[in-house]
């Protein structure tokens, strides 16, 4: 049954790892997301700056 | 008073998460919000930022909460960038959460008031996130069958093209406007738009041009994706030596950025770069790399892949004994996570084995002749536990012989 079993072996060899059949991992990298942002300091600049700059230039004439 | 605080408060959570500790700023636009303002700009970016905190935290049902309360607030103001920059987050988010219809609304109010503003940074941005959309809801759809890439359904390949649309528009203007961050980011997700659509060469094309924006930024990451994605690409071209060449480079520098599931990643690649490769020692060696890996990080799905791939590449070599008791352990792991496909697969493999070595195993025969569910139900069963996030994509992959010309 040597024969056989060499056989065998070599049926198992064709079927098992070249069965055309890998675990293959589809792990795609993918570049992160973009978000928007918003800021509260965005918004106080644009609506305080004005006042903010008038008071820092009067004080600077202050002096 | 009251305003003052409210925006000491954001200002807290506006610096700690910038510093990164979006946890900690959670708690301080919570914080602002409870306090509470009369000013609904303020109160706009600070649910904008409470939208984006969660989203970084992955906490998107919050996340969608705070964009839709944005989104809202913005509209009652009249803040038309204010609506176009919330629709852009919504959608973003409604993407990650599955409802990709919704999410193209969004993103094209995005898109629409940018163009409005003829605002080109902002109808960039939308035309990636558009781009984004459309790519995960190819992928979703695709991800319900076992498709090779390249081998989909028309609904498939119809949001894919479209991905792929988006993409080069998007191109075309960072290009205009100099953005190179911007223009490596869509080139990686282009690639892999085209890696999904069988494209290969053009995927390529795409990777390598990310990889050199990611050179000249010194972005070790975005390097090391481009490395991983070129690998993926040439596997499917049948140059598996570029493929593992690639795939190492992937792995050094996995090891130098310390991010172990992506090293175990890299091994099982080079793995089964070396199966295709038909040199089982450099093969088994890498996975035996991937399986410690998967045991320190409790990774079980992981460790059941690595002893189905240990399994075969022993048998390949003849090393029955070894192949038996990756199979046996394959067994007991898939029966451990309810995998019953993978159950399956290693009771077949036992069942080989034991027919070779004239052992008398005792297999449950009445299993067998369920084994045509192996092959038709494959991703249904997919266990989802595990916690190595990584490795749940992994299919089982038929590589047809037009693809792998060098096969045998």
Redesign the interface.
């Known amino acids: 049954s040597q024969p056989l079993?060499g056989q065998?072996?070599a049926e198992?060899?064709s079927?098992?790892?070249?069965s055309?059949?890998?675990?293959?991992?589809?792990?795609?990298?993918?570049?992160?997301?973009?978000?928007?942002?918003?800021?509260?300091?965005?918004?106080?600049s644009k609506?305080h700056m004005g006042s903010l700059v008038y008071s820092c230039t009067s004080k600077r004439k202050n002096k | 008073r009251k305003e003052a605080s409210c925006?000491e408060l954001?200002?807290e959570g506006?610096r700690l998460c910038k510093a990164g500790d979006c946890r900690a700023g959670v708690s301080f636009f919570e914080a602002a919000v409870q306090v509470g303002t009369e000013d609904l700009?303020?109160l706009?970016?600070?649910y904008?930022?409470l939208g984006?905190a969660y989203?970084y935290l992955h906490e998107y049902a919050k996340a969608l909460e705070y964009h839709h309360h944005?989104l809202t607030l913005a509209r009652t103001i009249g803040d038309l960038l204010?609506e176009?920059?919330?629709s852009?987050?919504l959608g973003?988010t409604l993407k990650v959460l599955g409802n990709f219809e919704e999410a193209i609304v969004c993103c094209q109010r995005?898109l629409d008031i940018s163009r409005e503003l003829n605002d080109k940074v902002?109808e960039a941005?939308a035309l990636?996130?558009l781009g984004?959309v459309y790519?995960s809801k190819g992928k979703n759809v695709a991800s319900a069958g076992t498709h090779d890439?390249g081998d989909l359904p028309d609904d498939v390949k119809n949001a894919l093209q479209k991905a792929a649309n988006y993409y080069e528009e998007n191109l075309t203007i960072v290009t205009e406007l100099g953005d190179r961050a911007?223009q490596?980011?869509?080139f990686?997700?282009l690639g892999?738009t085209h890696?999904?659509l069988g494209n290969f060469r053009s995927a390529v094309l795409a990777h390598e041009q990310?990889l050199l924006i990611a050179k000249e930024f010194g972005d070790r990451s975005?390097e090391?994706?481009?490395y991983?994605?070129l690998g993926?690409a040439y596997?499917f071209l049948g140059e598996f030596e570029t493929a593992s060449e690639y795939y190492k480079r992937t792995l050094q520098l996995a090891r130098q950025l310390k991010d172990r599931a992506v090293e175990a990643?890299a091994c099982?690649?080079l793995g089964?770069t070396y199966?295709?490769l038909?040199d089982?020692e450099k093969a088994i060696d890498y996975h035996l790399k991937h399986l410690v890996i998967a045991q320190e990080l409790n990774d079980k799905i992981g460790e059941g892949?690595a002893c189905?791939?240990l399994?075969?590449?022993y048998?390949?070599l003849?090393n029955h004994d070894q192949a038996i008791h990756f199979a046996e352990r394959h067994l007991e792991i898939s029966r451990e996570v309810g995998d019953r496909s993978g159950e399956l697969t290693a009771r077949l493999?036992l069942s080989?084995?034991q027919?070779?070595l004239?052992l008398s195993y005792s297999t449950n025969n009445s299993m067998m002749s369920d084994s045509h569910v192996v092959e038709n139900s494959f991703n249904g069963t997919r266990p989802r536990a595990g916690r190595r996030h990584?490795?749940e994509?992994?299919?089982?992959?038929?590589?047809?012989?037009e693809k792998?010309q060098n096969?045998?």
């Open positions: 079993a065998q072996a198992l060899q079927k098992v790892v070249p055309k059949q890998i675990l293959h991992s589809d792990n795609m990298e993918m570049e992160p997301e973009t978000m928007e942002t918003k800021s509260v300091t965005d918004y106080f609506l | 925006l954001a200002l506006e700009r303020t706009s970016a600070i904008s930022q984006n989203f944005d204010g176009a920059k919330a852009g987050n973003n995005h902002g941005r990636y996130n984004n790519h890439p911007a490596g980011r869509a990686g997700n892999n890696y999904l990310r975005a090391r994706r481009a991983s994605n993926n596997i990643q099982y690649s089964n199966t295709l038909q089982y892949r189905w791939s399994g075969n590449a048998t390949a003849g493999n080989d084995l027919m070779v004239g990584s490795m994509n992994m299919e089982l992959m038929k590589l047809t012989p792998v096969w045998n």
